[in-house]
């Protein structure tokens, strides 16, 4: 599968602490997983799309104005498209019970998948559903809570991404209930190579995408 590329993208992913990012681009303004410990006064703009991996991560009725997402299925809103698939989440009690949600995000020609907190290895069902994916934004402190730092990369691999973000992690900010993991693990199972760190992953265009799959360390920016 060909890859969309476009011109100007000018996208920015922040780090908000646990599984919370905020995507803008020219178009769009998304926020995943806003909770108490990873606030994002993004999603009080009624123009975003906010996304929740499970239903206990959606915002109570009234808390946010944007446009919340949190089941599987097909949506748009304004110029970003968002696929919601179920998986089984990470707690489950029933290991067949599909009670989270994985999204894929196109928007300005550039695919993302947010993973959440489900189970390793996806299934080739949910590997269609994701189809070629660019960005990668992935849970990777582990604890029993979420993926552990081997089952990120299990899915890392799988999805080979050109950019991989982790989140969820012993960022030194964030209070966690279940102690997590620092990125040490994950440099670890990945190899230690090219990994950079960054305030802020920015991408201009497209075609600027890293060559060779890349883990961006970004830092906690509220």
């Known amino acids: 599968m060909i ?3 476009r011109g100007g993208v000018n996208m920015e992913i922040d780090y908000r602490g646990a599984n919370c990012v905020v995507i803008k681009d020219k178009n769009a303004l998304i926020v995943v997983d806003p909770t108490a410990n990873a606030q994002a006064k993004e999603a009080q703009n009624p123009e975003a799309v906010i996304l929740a991996t499970q239903p206990a991560f959606a915002p109570a009725e009234g808390e946010a104005k944007g446009f919340v997402i949190d089941m599987p299925g097909e949506y748009e809103h304004r110029d970003v498209s968002v696929r919601g698939i179920a998986v089984p989440a990470h707690l489950a009690e029933d ?7 994985m999204y894929r995000i196109e928007t300005m020609g550039v695919a993302i998948a947010i993973i959440g907190h489900t189970v390793a ?6 590997l269609e559903m994701l189809g070629q994916i660019d960005i990668a934004i ?3 402190g582990g604890g029993g809570y979420t993926l552990d730092a081997q089952d990120a990369a299990t899915i890392v691999r799988q999805i080979s991404p050109s ?5 969820h992690y012993d960022d030194g900010q964030t209070k966690y209930e279940v102690p997590q993991e620092s990125l040490a693990a ?16 920015k991408l201009k265009t497209g075609a600027s995408l890293p060559a060779n799959m890349t883990t961006y360390e970004l830092s906690r920016t509220k």
């Open 3 to 5: 890859r969309l590329r």
């Open 95 to 101: 290991e067949h019970a599909q009670d989270a949600v």
């Open 121 to 126: 290895p996806l299934t080739d069902d949910d």
């Open 138 to 140: 992935v849970p990777v």
């Open 163 to 167: 950019v991989v973000i982790p989140t």
């Open 186 to 201: 994950l440099e670890k199972e990945m190899g230690n190579s090219n990994i950079e760190k960054q305030t802020v992953y």
